[in-house]
């Protein structure tokens, strides 16, 4: 159990790291969801289902719709 919490603290780390690394907001958003994916899955390892399904629900999708937000803007000429 010890292992599987180290091991996805290490990959919530990674996915955060993805997210800021990347100027494009098109890879940014894989690290996004993968991130959002582990912190999820370490809720669960603690016994916290349901909060993590609904920060899972609230948190993409609040953040896709400023990922649609900022593509769409950045696909505008003007």
């Not at 996805?8 to 780390?13: A, R, S, T, W």
């Not at 955060?16 to 100027?23: D, E, I, R, Y």
């Not at 958003?29 to 390892?45: D, E, I, R, T, Y």
Request: hydrophobic share 60%.
């Amino acid at each position: 159990m010890m292992y599987v919490m180290f091991f996805l603290g290490v990959c919530f780390v990674l996915g955060g790291l993805a997210v800021a690394s990347n100027p494009s907001p098109y890879y940014g958003v894989v690290g996004l969801v993968f991130a959002s994916a582990v912190g999820c899955g370490l809720l669960v390892n603690l016994g916290l289902s349901f909060l993590s399904l609904a920060l899972f629900l609230v948190y993409l999708g609040g953040m896709l719709v400023v990922f649609v937000y900022s593509v769409s803007l950045a696909a505008d000429p003007f």
